[in-house]
């Protein structure tokens, strides 16, 4: 089983709090001799936050998808490239989906990927729906088309 926070703070002797402040370095000062305990902590319990229990934290997985039609076409390579240097840039990761130039499964991964909660979408393909688009626009949910215009829309 993985260690937790609290875990991590019995074994430093602190509050939870305050490992929570030192790992995403908040600012918090405080003494050499008690930083020192929660990073040993750390290590020796081998402590890595957890990630999903963040997202709903901050109400943000710092995630974005990204949907291709063809992975195997060198032009996408250098899309890729460019929004992934962009998107880290922002302290953002991007997921790759491949769609083989299918409606189903850029209908399939866009769903999926909105119900991971990513934070927004860069879609490279031309197939989407109206009203997938539609729904995205509605809630306020973040996405943008590369390279591509979406069928039946404008």
Avoid: W
Avoid at 31 to 54: C, F, G, H, Q, S
Avoid at 86 to 108: F, H, R, S, V, W
Wanted: hydrophobic share 40%.
């Amino acid at each position: 089983m993985s260690a937790t926070l609290k875990d991590v703070a019995d074994l430093a002797g602190v509050n939870p709090s305050t490992v929570s402040r030192i790992i995403n370095n908040t600012g918090l000062t405080v003494k050499d001799e008690t930083r020192k305990k929660i990073m040993d902590a750390v290590a020796k319990l081998n402590y890595n936050p957890n990630a999903v229990a963040r997202s709903l934290r901050k109400g943000s997985t710092q995630l974005l998808g990204m949907i291709i039609p063809d992975i195997t076409n060198p032009f996408f390579s250098f899309v890729i490239k460019g929004a992934e240097a962009a998107a880290l840039e922002k302290g953002y990761n991007i997921i790759l989906c491949n769609t083989d130039d299918q409606p189903e499964k850029e209908e399939m991964y866009i769903k999926g990927l909105r119900e991971r909660m990513v934070d927004g979408l860069i879609i490279a393909t031309a197939h989407v729906e109206s009203t997938i688009i539609e729904k995205m626009s509605m809630s306020d949910y973040p996405y943008v088309f590369v390279n591509r215009h979406p069928r039946n829309i404008m």
